[in-house]
């Protein structure tokens, strides 16, 4: 049995204790695995995490960790198994199927329904009560429920997401419906978040799409967006009206009486 991939886990379920320690126990984690994904769970919850926290601080010594995961309510039961399948078909889709085949669509569509989805909608997923978890946040789907749901620190959640996510196709859509609500609504708070998620995507994926850019361009001036999207996009890639504002600020510095 080989042991899946952490980040399959990661990106394809909100996984609970019980599931977290199956694994371990049934050979579908390595113990290094293992002690990574408690890790990024806990960080998703905080102080409800105590359970990934102690499975976290067992370190990868497999006696310990597995003693641990021993003791986890539930974890030697059929039903925290029952999301492994799921998982399995996910790295197999990500591997672009066994032997050339595609994995059941049907099933990995129920899976990803029930295990990320569903937990993601009910708030079981993240805690939405401190900023702190949600700076961690890096399952696009949390923050679409997120905006469903009408969460007070969605904002913070969608800085956290263009912190993690390794994809700025997965962040920037996210960032321009926060932008998109917080124009429509009035909300400066939520403004100046998304402008904070804007600004961190450009810097450490080093893009930007056009409706992020035409949402922008409705916002005030000299925020933390336009200058990192100054600082690290293509200037090619950047529109007119940001070029202007830029150099024409420039030239006032420079000139005399500016």
Avoid: K
Wanted: hydrophobic share 40%.
């Amino acid at each position: 049995m080989h042991a899946l991939p952490v980040d399959v886990v990661r990106y394809a379920a909100a996984i609970e204790p019980s599931e977290l320690a199956w694994g371990r126990l049934n050979g579908q984690l390595t113990a290094a695995d293992t002690v990574r994904l408690a890790f990024l769970r806990r960080c998703d919850l905080g102080a409800p995490g105590e359970a990934f926290a102690r499975i976290h601080a067992q370190g990868p010594s497999e006696p310990r960790l597995d003693a641990v995961c021993r003791e986890i309510p539930g974890a030697e039961t059929d039903a925290a198994g029952r999301i492994w399948d799921y998982l399995a078909l996910v790295a197999r889709h990500a591997s672009e199927g066994a032997d050339g085949a595609e994995p059941p669509a049907r099933q990995l569509a129920a899976g990803r329904a029930e295990f990320l989805l569903a937990r993601a909608a009910s708030g079981r997923g993240m805690n939405w009560r401190e900023s702190g978890p949600l700076l961690g946040t890096d399952r696009p789907e949390e923050v679409d429920a997120a905006f469903e749901r009408g969460e007070e620190l969605l904002g913070v959640a969608v800085i956290g997401l263009a912190l993690t996510h390794p994809d700025p196709a997965a962040i920037l859509p996210r960032v321009a419906r926060t932008l998109e609500r917080a124009l429509e609504s009035s909300d400066h708070g939520l403004r100046h978040q998304g402008l904070v998620a804007l600004a961190h995507t450009a810097r450490l994926h080093g893009t930007v799409d056009r409706r992020c850019l035409d949402l922008l361009r409705r916002c005030p001036r000299d925020s933390e967006a336009d200058d990192d999207l100054w600082g690290y996009v293509p200037r090619r890639r950047l529109p007119w009206w940001l070029w202007r504002h830029r150099l024409g600020g420039r030239l006032r510095r420079v000139l005399p009486g500016g």
